[in-house]
Structures are given as C-alpha cells and as structure tokens.
C-alpha cells in the first residue's frame, strides 16, 4: 500500500491549497479515504472522509472551508482548502483503513503565513 500526498506549500491568510494523494497497492475504489493534519505538539486530527459512494464527512474546524474529493480511475483523492488560517498549518496526510489497520501517506506540509 502506498499513499503519495503533494500539494502542501506556503499560502497567506484566506489563501487556497489543492492537496492530492496518489494511492497504489489496494482496491481504491471500494475504500473510504481520509485526510488528517498533525501540527506540532498536537495530536494527528481527522479532518475529512469520503467513502466509496461518495458520501463526506467534515471535521467542524474545517466544515465550509475544505472539500474531499476522489478520482477512482486515478486512484486519487483531494483536498480542496479555502480561506486558509494559520491554525491550519500543519503536516497533512491521506489515510486509508484496511481490515484493522490504518495506512498513511508521508505528509504534505501546509504553512499560513502572512
């Protein structure tokens, strides 16, 4: 399994990121994806998942501001981030649960400065 996160960067404050994760090594398009972010000295936060069918679900942090999204024959999935806060810097991953266990992307860094 493999999960490749790019995107990240250098954004101002009400600025917009596109992240995008190539997944590889498992059936994608039957799996529920997911993107978190762990800033430093705090714990990794669940931030979106979108399943098989489609179906979001927002972390309120960032509910209206972000959007997941997924390209099965790709085998991708989005994150689509707007009005960009400095509290949203952070490192950023995409996950995928198979059966028990939870795999992870290497992370994609995001910093909001001004």
């Known amino acids: 399994v493999q999960l490749q996160a790019s995107g990240g960067g250098l954004v101002q404050p009400g600025g917009s990121l596109r992240l995008s994760c190539a997944a590889s090594?498992?059936?994608?398009?039957?799996?529920?994806m997911g993107w978190y972010r762990q800033a430093p000295g705090k714990q990794r936060e669940l931030l979106a998942t979108?399943?098989?069918?489609?179906?979001?679900n927002y972390a309120d942090s960032v509910k209206d501001r972000f959007t997941i999204s997924r390209d099965n024959v790709k085998k991708m999935v989005f994150l689509q981030m707007n009005s960009l806060k400095p509290e949203d810097t952070a490192v950023y991953y995409c996950?995928?649960?198979?059966?028990?266990?939870?795999?992870w992307g290497q992370g994609t860094q995001v910093t909001v400065s001004s």
């Open positions: 090594g498992f059936f994608f398009s039957i799996n529920a």
């Open positions: 996950q995928v649960a198979l059966g028990s266990r939870d795999y």
């Open positions: 979108i399943t098989s069918s489609r179906t979001t």
